[in-house]
């Protein structure tokens, strides 16, 4: 049986495909199958960041063009070989299932099912209320990735100063996310008001380029500096995350050296990715430096 002129099914990384010839991106000619094939390639480097984490797929069943939603909630009828984790959800009081990733099944079942974004928290499934690692997302109201990178700057200078070692990547979209790895043993709670206090430090030093303002009205063209993807229950994408842009994105770890405010993000785009990835790793580091959180 044929779709569209292509095929109706294949089978990739050994997970069933539907509809793999779907176009996804058509400016670039991408189609569904090329994202789940990337994300095989790629997984080796991907599913360490996804293992025992719960997740949110951002599912985009018509791709670039067309309409997304975000699904947390993965009841028992949902599709065969992905796990869950019941996690209750203060703001309704209902238990949602999330998605837990670290398979390859799992990954690939949910781009088959649309999800081009993996979005995961900073904890896992068995110490929901012990983070690993914080970010911060530094979102450019200007949509220009230099006010970003000149954020981020900033960013590591405080932390530097405070005995932080941070890691940036792009977002694969227009901003720049700084996390910092940790060792276990401060709650959710701790956490976000550490990177709360930060985010203040942040603006307070940048006050004409950062901003914590909530109300997007209210940012001024200034860089966002968001510690709430810190909060539990909130996600963000990984490394390694497709994203839903122009030419196909990959949010890529960088070297702070990388950070500068010529760098264009989307050069890092699942065509020429792999390239990339096999030639260096700035994140390399990243597991051995987990850190406690300083006193200030």
């Known amino acids: 049986m044929k779709n569209r002129g292509g095929r109706a099914e294949t089978t990739i990384g050994g997970v069933r495909v539907t509809h793999p010839d779907k176009l996804w991106w058509p400016d670039e000619k991408i189609t569904k ?31 670039m063009n067309g309409p997304c939603f975000f699904q947390k909630n993965f009841p028992d009828s949902g599709p065969a070989g992905i796990p869950t984790v019941p996690i209750l959800a203060e703001s309704t009081g209902k238990i949602v ?30 110490s929901l209320d012990r983070p690993d690692w914080l970010a911060f997302d530094l979102d450019p109201s200007s ?50 008001a550490f990177a709360s206090r930060i985010g203040t430090r942040l603006a307070g030093a940048a006050p004409r380029l950062v901003t914590t303002e909530m109300s997007k009205a209210k940012r001024g063209g200034k860089v966002f500096a968001d ?41 890092f785009h699942i065509r020429v990715f792999e390239k990339r990835a096999a030639s260096a790793d700035p994140w390399k580091a990243f597991a051995r430096s987990r850190q406690k959180l300083p006193k200030e």
């Open 97 to 126: 299932h999330y998605a837990v990733g670290g398979a390859k099944k799992t990954l690939l079942t949910l781009v088959n099912f649309g999800c081009i974004a993996i979005h995961v928290m900073n904890c896992r499934k068995e």
């Open 143 to 192: 949509g220009t990735f230099a006010d970003a990178a000149r954020a981020g700057l900033a960013l590591r200078k405080i932390l530097d100063g405070i005995g932080i070692r941070s890691f940036p990547k792009t977002s694969g979209s227009r901003g720049l996310h700084v996390f910092v790895p940790l060792a276990k043993g401060p709650s959710q709670d701790e956490v976000r």
């Open 227 to 267: 510690a709430l993807r810190n909060a539990f229950g909130q996600t963000i994408v990984p490394p390694y995350s497709v994203r839903r842009r122009p030419k196909a994105p990959v949010s890529t770890p960088l070297d702070w050296s990388e950070v500068t405010p010529k760098l264009d993000p989307s050069v």
């Open 33 to 63: 199958g090329d994202i789940v094939s990337f994300y095989d390639r790629i997984s080796p480097l991907l599913l360490p960041w996804l293992r025992d984490r719960p997740l949110t797929a951002e599912r985009c069943p018509d791709g």
